[in-house]
């Protein structure tokens, strides 16, 4: 059975960082998009990066380039998200989800995506 499995998120302080962890089982990330999105109270799910796992190629909303940092463990056969310099407008529930094939530009559209994880919430306090 496909799962991903997303953890690490936490309350934290402005400016402090966190990183996520998306756990897959199942399957291998061989050939594959793997992104983070999230979701805040009352607002759309939005995309907030992409790794493609066939070349490392990476993506990231303009929201958090530069303090976010996705990468991709191939003998865990998990990507994480490190998340620096957090602000409160970063509080939301954290997805992993993966789709085959690399990252594309429309590698935020989450309609572009098989398999979700479970979430994670991430609270940032000002």
């Known amino acids: 059975e496909v799962q991903l499995q997303a953890s690490g998120g936490g309350l934290v302080q402005a400016e402090g960082s966190l990183r996520l962890s998306c756990a897959a089982s199942g399957f291998t990330f061989d050939d594959d998009a793997i992104g983070w999105f999230r979701q805040a109270p009352g607002k759309e799910r939005e995309g907030v990066s992409c790794?493609?796992?066939?070349?490392?190629?990476?993506y990231y909303a303009d929201s958090v380039q530069g303090r976010f940092t996705i990468s991709l463990d191939t003998a865990e056969n998990t990507v994480y998200l490190r998340m620096n310099s957090l602000k409160p407008e970063d509080t939301a529930v954290y997805y992993c989800a993966s789709d085959v094939g690399p990252c594309t530009e429309t590698w935020h559209d989450e309609y572009e995506y098989d398999y979700w994880g479970q979430g994670t919430l991430v609270t940032v306090s000002s």
């Open positions: 790794i493609s796992s066939s070349d490392g190629s990476k």
